[in-house]
């Protein structure tokens, strides 16, 4: 049984800093990937940034520069570092484990896993 369960959320000001967690289990972290997604009130989900067992990243656009996704040596825990938050970057955060996959990918299709989410407001 996979479980994802995401931790650090919070409220901060603009320009400020918070880290995500996520620790998962029942899951074999290789060849597939584990990646955050949002979803603000009134809009669709959208992929954040992800990270392949193989510590490759990818990120969005809209967070490249300023979100750092990595994960731990024992492969159970990702974390996303968030910097210079900007109020546009209020939403719910899933961390989602995907299917086996080539690469990073923040297509939501290839990710079967989801956590519950964890707030994140910025004033």
């Known amino acids: 049984h996979v479980q994802l369960v995401e931790s650090g959320g919070g409220s901060v000001q603009a320009g400020g800093s918070l880290r995500l967690s996520c620790a998962f289990s029942?899951?074999?972290?290789?060849?597939?990937?584990v990646g955050w997604f949002r979803q603000a009130p009134g809009k669709e989900r959208e992929g954040v940034a992800v990270?392949?067992?193989?510590?490759?990243?990818g990120y969005a656009d809209s967070v490249k520069g300023r979100f750092d996704i990595s994960k731990d040596h024992a492969k159970t825990t990702v974390y996303l570092q968030m910097n210079d938050l900007k109020p546009e970057d209020t939403a719910m955060y899933f961390c989602?484990?995907?299917?086996?996959?080539?690469?990073?990918?923040?297509?939501?299709?290839?990710?079967?896993?989801w956590g519950q989410g964890t707030q994140v407001t910025v004033s």
């Open positions: 990270i392949a067992g193989s510590g490759s990243p």
């Open positions: 029942g899951y074999t972290y290789s060849g597939n990937c």
């Open positions: 989602a484990a995907s299917k086996a996959v080539a690469g990073v990918t923040l297509w939501e299709d290839e990710y079967k896993h």
